[in-house]
């Protein structure tokens, strides 16, 4: 007869937080890590920084060897009970509207950028102009 796996919510799971009662989600799966706090490697903080929500991410990008993940199944207490993880908001896109009229919007850049250049220039040669006819 098959054993049935312990379903735990994720509520649950997190008021498992402190160094003697602490338990994390990996991929799904519950894990009493209570007694072993003081034997991991990086620590019991970084244990204990997880409780609460699902720490696959951190497992993974820690680059846990074969050995810590066959270790970890003497820690397993059940699995998570994916009914009662909050779902993920969906992320909106907006898009900025174009503008209607790009022509005129490219003609008031440029008005807006080279007028005072131009200007400026326009000015220099006609004043040099004017002393270049005086004498």
């Not at 951190?58 to 050995?67: I, L, N, V, Y």
């Not at 908001?89 to 009229?101: G, S």
């Amino acid at each position: 007869m098959p054993t049935l796996t312990k379903l735990y919510s994720m509520e649950e799971t997190a008021t498992h937080n402190k160094q003697d009662d602490c338990w994390i989600v990996i991929d799904g799966k519950v894990y009493d890590v209570s007694s072993y706090m003081d034997d991991h490697p990086g620590g019991d903080d970084v244990l204990l920084a997880v409780t609460g929500k699902d720490a696959t991410d951190e497992f993974e990008d820690a680059g846990h060897s074969k050995d810590a993940r066959e270790l970890m199944e003497k820690y397993f207490i059940g699995e998570l009970d994916e009914s009662s993880v909050p779902e993920m908001p969906e992320l909106k896109i907006y898009k900025k509207e174009q503008p209607t009229d790009s022509v005129q919007k490219l003609v008031d850049f440029t008005m807006q950028y080279w007028l005072v250049p131009v200007s400026i220039i326009t000015i220099s040669v006609a004043v040099r102009v004017l002393l270049s006819r005086k004498r």
